[in-house]
């Protein structure tokens, strides 16, 4: 499927396409291998003090960084003009985050958790997605009024400070938090929490998994960077789910091209396309496809249709909040979060510290929707 996808694809839409297809099928792959989640990695930090995820979340951004900033200060790479995932730092981000944590915790997922969940065979994330695009495209209704709250405008480190100091800033706070991730862990639940090794010979699991999480980090950096040179901006992915939403209500009669949001250059040539045409759409569909390889390769592929009540009530309204939360925060975990800080744009890191603060209160809010902690 993979294959032909790409075939198909770069048949109707150009070789450009293609390349975000099968990036997009490689990504799936590396982080259903490797369990590559930032809601499942957060839940451990803040219930079992286990940083592990953390630190590879660390070990990604620095990695990533290293290229982003020289190339988004001089405007390209690999010949190919770049720009970086740069947003207001404002209430919108704040809110937007806030919100996007609680979903995190209710959905079972975050953006890039969703997708190779779904791909993976989940579903009661299947469940979570089908929210996630209904929160989407609800707030791109609202946008024009969140984009009026007050805010600071974008602030980009590279321009405010330079390339070489926000490099070394960046990478001396990726350092300090892994650091801390790793003395809080040990001084106070008294153990590193050793990884299980696997007996498994290395093809084997190359091919079925799991792979460490340290490999998934390199990986998904790696990926990044192929992603900021094909399509001269940073892997995200939320936007697709608005675009998927905006064409399902146009499809049932909704003049939703009248919309502010909808509007706007990018936004309204998206909508008068195919979605196939838009980056973010593309490469979701393939994240999708390279999960659900990953999960035939391992053997794991076994949908269970029988999701509670309970759970699939979080699910639903965790979509939901996820949805509408990204849109608010100018994207989601890699959007805003990964592609954000890796781009030296203020707006990740304040996404970042909201993000977790409604984490803190999803935990919370799990044990009322028989989910456990």
């Not at 801390?180 to 862990?185: D, I, K, N, P, T």
């Amino acid at each position: 499927m993979l294959a032909a996808g790409a075939v198909w694809i770069g048949d109707i839409q150009g070789s450009r396409m293609a390349a975000l297809f099968g990036l997009g099928g490689l990504l799936g792959l590396i982080l259903y291998h490797a369990s590559f989640g930032f809601t499942s990695a957060w839940r451990r930090l803040l219930v079992n003090g286990d940083g592990r995820g953390l630190r590879a979340q660390m070990v990604m951004l620095a990695l990533a960084t290293i290229v982003f900033l020289p190339a988004i200060s001089g405007g390209t790479l690999f010949g190919q003009q770049v720009v970086g995932a740069i947003a207001p730092v404002g209430i919108s981000v704040a809110a937007g985050a806030f919100i996007f944590g609680i979903g995190m915790q209710l959905g079972g997922g975050c953006a890039s958790g969703t997708l190779f969940a779904v791909g993976g065979g989940s579903t009661r994330v299947a469940v979570t997605l089908a929210g996630f695009i209904a929160g989407s495209v609800i707030a791109t209704f609202h946008m024009p009024w969140w984009v009026a709250q007050p805010n600071l405008g974008s602030i980009s480190l590279v321009r405010e400070l330079g390339m070489a100091l926000a490099m070394t800033i960046q990478l001396t706070v990726f350092a300090a938090i892994a650091v801390a991730s790793l003395v809080w862990q040990r001084r106070s639940f008294g153990s590193h929490h050793p990884a299980p090794k696997s007996v498994a010979p290395l093809p084997a699991r190359i091919l079925r998994g799991p792979w460490p999480l340290m490999g998934g980090a390199v990986g998904l950096a790696i990926l990044n960077i192929a992603t900021l040179a094909v399509s001269g901006h940073p892997w995200s992915i939320t936007f697709g789910f608005s675009l998927w939403g905006a064409k399902l209500l146009a499809l049932g009669g909704v003049d939703v091209a009248a919309w502010e949001f909808w509007t706007w250059p990018y936004p309204a040539r998206a909508l008068a396309g195919s979605v196939l045409g838009e980056d973010t759409s593309v490469m979701n569909f393939g994240i999708m496809l390279g999960a659900f390889l990953a999960a035939g390769l391992a053997g794991k592929f076994a949908p269970d249709f029988r999701v509670p009540f309970r759970p699939l009530v979080a699910a639903i309204l965790g979509g939901l909040l996820l949805g509408y939360g990204a849109r608010l925060a100018f994207g989601c975990n890699i959007g805003a979060f990964f592609s954000g800080v890796a781009s030296g744009s203020l707006h990740g890191w304040l996404w970042l510290i909201c993000a977790l603060a409604g984490n803190w209160i999803g935990l919370r809010l799990r044990p009322h929707f028989a989910l456990r902690n």
